[in-house]
């Protein structure tokens, strides 16, 4: 089954500031990458996904890289705001397993 | 964006005493379902996968013998901890996923189950 990697495990910005999350897979025949959101005591919430038919998504101040020929996408977050604060999980493809998880913390 | 329900939201059980969890997709028919168990500040791990009318297919150092899942039709699936132990005491969260022309598609996940066995 495929093997995603995510990096780094936690991350403090500025207010303001830019993040970003990558996440590394095995399987090359992945074509789907979507990353979740999930708030505490709350269910992980969708906030974007990119097919490998595509380089890069964006959506407002959201956007997701993909680069296929080294097997890693990033999840880039513009202008972030203290309500940006959460975990962020990305997965590949039909197997949904999840990375590890990358614990957000915008400071004010 | 489609829902998913999951009952009960919480349960206390006693130490060798079993549990079902019940997961629903309620407006799309969900062809697979996945369940995952959540320790504190921790990465959702798949517990298993299942399609609909068909086994489950569980993860490797999954007792399939302990956490039974049927899934009879395409809005619920069931999730049955067997004589339950503290140590499995946890967040147990499903999530469905409907059929997408072309390709994978989005899954949405139920609130969470949170189990307490004592």
């Known amino acids: 089954g495929e093997n995603v990697e995510q990096h780094p495990s936690t991350l403090s910005v500025q207010e303001g500031d830019s993040a970003v999350i990558k996440c590394t897979y095995s399987?090359?025949?992945?074509?789907?990458f979507p990353w979740y959101k999930q708030e505490l005591g709350k269910r992980p919430q969708l906030i974007i996904d990119?097919?490998?038919?595509?380089g890069e998504k964006k959506d407002q101040r959201i956007a997701v890289t993909l680069n296929k020929t080294a097997k890693h996408f990033s999840l880039h977050i513009t202008e972030t705001q203290p309500e940006d604060s959460a975990v962020y999980f990305c997965?590949?493809?039909?197997?949904?397993?999840f990375g590890a998880g990358t614990r957000l913390t915008v400071k004010p | 964006g489609a829902v998913v329900s999951q009952h009960p939201s919480w349960v206390i059980c006693k130490s060798g005493t079993s549990v079902k969890i019940e997961c629903r997709s309620l407006?799309?028919?969900?062809?697979?379902m996945f369940w995952y168990r959540q320790f504190p500040k921790q990465s959702l791990m798949l517990m298993a996968t299942?399609?609909?009318?068909?086994?489950?297919?569980?993860e490797q150092g999954v007792e399939k013998d302990k956490f039974l899942i049927n899934h009879a039709s395409l809005t619920l699936s069931t999730l049955t901890v067997t004589s339950a132990h503290p140590e499995d005491s946890s967040f147990y969260i499903c999530?469905?996923?409907?059929?997408?022309?072309?390709?994978?598609?989005?899954?949405?996940f139920g609130p969470g189950t949170r189990l307490t066995v004592t």
């Open positions: 999530s469905a996923r409907g059929r997408l022309a072309g390709g994978p598609g989005e899954q949405y």
């Open positions: 399987d090359s025949a992945s074509n789907y």
């Open positions: 990119i097919r490998s038919n595509v």
């Open positions: 997965a590949a493809n039909n197997d949904m397993r």
């Open positions: 407006d799309f028919q969900a062809t697979t």
């Open positions: 299942s399609n609909e009318g068909s086994k489950a297919t569980y």
